[in-house]
């Protein structure tokens, strides 16, 4: 699977939307753009996850270039719950219902501020 | 839906004794997970369950670990003998294809 690089961490202030950078420059055409997220000492969150196409739902969006190279996870009016430590993940469609594995890096740490 | 089910959530135990850890999955997903947490390591898969098939277990740490799905709706994740290092969050996850539903964890500590 490919690899992803995040920042390590972000600021964003309450109320304002948060966007979050992820870039996988490896990636293949049959790999998913995941992200999840991690509060303290809960187990990760499913957050979205896209192919080619932006994708919106009630948590957050997800913006993919084009060339699918990078995305961005955009939380729309970031509260103070949303501080957490975000995961940006590609996953591979091996075709048949199977699938590659969750590979996590280190995540984003992003705080949100009052 | 209760969600992925883990217990313990807390488990102190002392070295060279056996930990058991299990998982209940959410009512039908195929596909069951066991992480590993560290600070040093992050987020590591341990072993997958394919329809209680283990699939991979090239993350399966050592033979002191091994990992059991008797059935569609418990897992179980067993190390003997327990080392310090073994230290960790525990995680189990279900899955229906798409995406990967996590469990609150069990926090491992190994004196």
């Known amino acids: 699977d490919a690899k992803t690089t995040q920042p390590p961490s972000m600021d964003c202030a309450e109320g304002r939307a948060a966007n979050l950078p992820c870039n996988h420059s490896?990636?293949?055409?049959?790999?998913?753009v995941y992200w999840y997220r991690q509060i303290h000492s809960q187990g990760p969150q499913y957050i979205i996850h896209?192919?080619?196409n932006n994708e919106t739902n009630e948590m957050a969006s997800l913006i993919i270039t084009e060339d699918r190279k990078s995305s961005t996870l955009i939380l729309p009016h970031a509260t103070l719950r949303d501080t957490a430590v975000y995961y940006c993940?590609?996953?591979?469609?091996?075709?048949?219902?199977?699938?590659?594995?969750?590979?996590f890096g280190a995540g984003t740490q992003v705080v949100v501020t009052p | 839906d209760a969600g992925v089910i883990q217990s313990p959530r807390h488990e102190v135990t002392e070295m060279g004794q056996e930990v058991t850890l299990r998982c209940k999955p959410i009512?039908?997903?195929?596909?069951l997970f066991w992480y590993r947490q560290t600070m040093m390591r992050g987020l590591e898969l341990l072993i997958y369950?394919?329809?209680?098939?283990?699939?991979?277990d090239s993350g399966m740490p050592e033979d002191r670990f091994s990992a059991k799905m008797p059935n569609a709706s418990f897992s179980t994740l067993k190390i003997q003998p327990s080392e310090p290092r073994d230290s960790a969050v525990y995680f189990c996850?279900?899955?229906?294809?798409?995406?990967?539903?996590f469990g609150p964890g069990t926090r491992l500590l190994v004196l």
């Open positions: 996850a279900s899955s229906l294809g798409l995406s990967e539903y």
């Open positions: 369950f394919n329809n209680n098939v283990p699939i991979d």
């Open positions: 490896t990636i293949s055409g049959n790999e998913y």
């Open positions: 993940i590609v996953r591979v469609a091996a075709g048949d219902d199977s699938w590659g594995k969750f590979q």
């Open positions: 896209g192919l080619k």
């Open positions: 009512s039908g997903h195929n596909s």
